[in-house]
Structure formats: structure tokens, C-alpha cells
């Protein structure tokens, strides 16, 4: 069973920097496209980049370039999302997903969402 | 950059009644490239349309999708209460890659 299992909720102030991750299980981490995308509070679904971790190629959306950083670690088929110096305008709540293949962009499973929180 | 303008923001409707949700591109989308969502509250979305027209594993045979060029439309044949909830469209093309449109929420009238 594909699983995408993200790291828990965090509470940061304005400044600090976070990493959370994902977690992939059931199938081979290496052969498919990892997305992340934002979800602002009562608003809708924004991408922000994509990464493949067979080979680390990253693509970021123009909006999220040079705001996030993106990596994997395919020892532990974990994609991670990074943030160097928090704002209050990055509280969202974050998703990672699969994309459905190479040759279909969709995205068929997706984490359960980490809730950020940057606040003073 | 390919712009999604989703119609209608809300619709009103009954269980049992059909939904039409409307998408439509900026600029013509190569048709593998259109998905449709659903996001009920406080959970993950879920793929339930890719090219354009290919129910995801599991999708029941009530939701289905259409369109072509720069329109298209998911409808829901018989509205279930569990099909209450948030859709989005996406697409995909290389420059900035994947765009989701602001989304239509189902709700019960």
C-alpha cells in the first residue's frame, strides 16, 4: 500500500528556520516525482515544487523559488520541505504527493498535510 | 503561465441532483494534462480524474470528466452526501508546471 506519511504539526516564530518531511512506503521511492504544495488558511491549493529522488532533479514554482528548498534522502525514502527564516505569511498547511507517472503529471496519493504555525 | 478559472465558486444542490463544475484554461492544455480533485474538510485531496477523463482507482462511475483545447467539466451524476465537499482542476505544462485552479465548493442546498 503506498503510503505518504508527514511529520507532525509545528508552532515556529517569525525568523526560525523548519524542515518537515515526508515519508514514503509501498512503492519505489526513487521512480516517482515528489510534489509538495501549500494550502494558506481557507484558501486553495498552490504547488511549489517537485523533485525527483532517483536523480535530485528539483523544479520550483517561480512563486516558491528561492523561498522553500527541497530535498530528498532515498536512503530513507524521505522528501523534505525547508524553510531558512520563517514568516508569518508561510502558516499553511503543507502536503506532499506523488506524482501518478512520468508521463501523467497528476499527483494520486498525497500526505496527510503538516499544519505550520509561524507566529510571534 | 497557464491561469485555471474555475466556475462556479459554489454551487448549491441537493443529493441526488447532478453537478456540472466548470474549468477553463488561459491558454489551449494538452489534454493528458488535466486532473480533477476533491478536498473535504480537513483532509488531503484526493485524484479523481486524470486525462482529463480516466476515473482514478476507486473513483466511483457517478464522477466523470470532459472537454478539450482551454474547457473543460467534471460532473457528478447523482450527488452522494459524501460529494459535498471542495474541487479543484490542474494542469500541467513546462513553464511553471503544475497550476491548480481556485477551486468550486459543493455544497448542500
Known amino acids: 500500500e503506498v503510503q505518504l506519511v508527514q511529520s507532525g504539526a509545528e508552532v515556529k516564530k517569525p525568523g526560525e528556520s523548519l524542515k518537515i518531511s515526508c515519508k514514503a512506503s509501498?512503492?519505489?521511492?526513487?521512480?516517482?516525482?515528489i510534489g509538495w504544495v501549500r494550502q494558506m488558511p481557507g484558501k486553495g491549493l498552490e504547488w511549489m515544487g517537485v523533485i525527483h529522488p532517483g536523480d535530485s532533479i528539483i523544479r520550483y514554482s517561480p512563486s516558491f523559488q528561492g523561498q522553500v528548498a527541497i530535498s530528498a534522502d532515498k536512503s530513507i525514502s524521505t522528501a523534505y520541505l525547508q524553510w531558512s527564516s520563517l514568516k508569518a505569511s508561510d502558516t499553511a498547511i503543507f502536503y506532499c504527493?506523488?506524482?501518478?507517472?512520468?508521463?501523467?503529471?497528476?499527483?494520486?496519493?498525497w500526505g496527510q498535510g503538516t499544519l505550520v504555525t509561524v507566529s510571534s | 503561465e497557464i491561469v485555471l478559472t474555475q466556475s462556479p465558486g459554489t454551487l448549491s444542490l441537493s443529493p441526488g441532483e447532478r453537478a456540472t463544475l466548470s474549468c477553463r484554461a488561459s491558454q489551449s492544455v494538452d489534454s493528458t494534462f488535466l486532473a480533477w480533485y476533491q478536498q473535504q474538510p480537513g483532509q488531503a485531496p484526493r485524484l479523481l480524474i486524470y486525462d482529463v477523463s480516466t476515473r482514478a482507482t476507486g473513483i466511483p462511475d457517478r464522477f466523470s470528466g470532459s472537454g478539450s483545447g482551454t474547457d473543460f467539466t467534471l460532473t457528478i451524476s447523482r450527488l452522494e452526501p459524501e460529494d459535498f465537499a471542495v474541487y479543484y482542476c490542474?494542469?500541467?505544462?513546462?513553464?511553471?508546471?503544475?497550476?491548480f485552479g481556485r477551486g468550486t465548493k459543493l455544497e448542500i442546498k
Open positions: 504527493a506523488r506524482r501518478t507517472g512520468a508521463s501523467q503529471p497528476s499527483f494520486d496519493y
Open positions: 490542474q494542469q500541467y505544462d513546462h513553464s511553471p508546471a503544475y497550476t
Open positions: 509501498g512503492y519505489r521511492f526513487t521512480s516517482y516525482w
